[in-house]
């Protein structure tokens, strides 16, 4: 399968900083950059997703970077908070919508 | 609205045995994915279904099958289990409109002993 590489695996952020996870793919095919967040014990929840027609989008503390050019994209989380702390899952897909190719995630931790 | 549903929670079978998961997806979705979620990994894509199809395989072995019902919920049947079973299995399902975007459920937990 085509991949998707996420770093870094860990980070530790302090209460109110910014935290900032990147991911790099290959396929020139894929068109959808989703971001999952995922509690222990739990399925991945869709916190945010970009297409390359742009460059950023943003909700509230989320934020994704898209650079097309280098085939990279980042999650931004502005003013951590101790329930940010969970593992973020970049992943990519093509048009067709068919199999969502995940990174190997990023376990947050924000210490307060 | 609920969300999409798995069941059962977890399973636990002895290498050799065969196991079916159950899936359901969210109100007016008609696709269906199965993913294996291997601890410490990502999810791998196994089976996409729409409208009873298969629409897409990934590179997992011919003892993993799947199914979709009339009702759009779906089975995913592991024959022969083998150790290397051992994951979480997420079911994830979208709409006809925005089939990009994947809900996913709780997952069932398998250990194979």
């Known amino acids: 399968q085509q991949q998707v590489k996420q770093s870094p695996q860990s980070l530790i952020v302090q209460k109110g900083g910014i935290s900032i996870i990147n991911c790099a793919y290959e396929?020139?095919?894929?068109?959808?950059f989703p971001w999952y967040q995922q509690f222990p014990g739990k399925g991945p929840a869709l916190l945010i997703a970009i297409r390359p027609d742009v460059s950023e989008k943003k909700e509230g503390r989320f934020t994704i970077s898209f650079n097309k050019s280098a085939k990279q994209f980042s999650l931004h989380i502005m003013d951590s908070q101790p329930g940010d702390s969970a593992t973020y899952f970049c992943a990519a897909s093509n048009q067709a919508g068919t199999a969502l190719i995940f990174g190997k995630g990023t376990t947050l931790s924000v210490s307060s | 609205d609920a969300g999409v549903t798995q069941s059962p929670t977890h399973l636990i079978k002895t290498r050799g045995q065969h196991v079916t998961l159950r899936c359901s997806p969210i109100?007016?979705?008609?696709?269906v994915s199965w993913y294996q979620q291997v601890l410490g990994q990502g999810p791998q894509f196994i089976f996409q279904?729409?409208?009873?199809?298969?629409?897409g395989r990934g590179n997992f072995p011919d003892r993993f099958s799947a199914r979709q019902f009339p009702n759009y919920s779906s089975e995913l049947n592991v024959n022969a289990l083998l150790l290397g079973d051992s994951a979480l299995y997420l079911c994830?399902?979208?709409?006809?409109?925005?089939?990009?975007?994947?809900?996913f459920g709780p997952g069932t937990r398998l250990t194979v002993l």
């Open positions: 994830a399902s979208s709409s006809p409109k925005t089939r990009n975007e994947q809900f």
């Open positions: 279904y729409y409208e009873k199809e298969e629409r």
């Open positions: 396929n020139t095919a894929f068109d959808y």
């Open positions: 109100s007016g979705h008609k696709s």
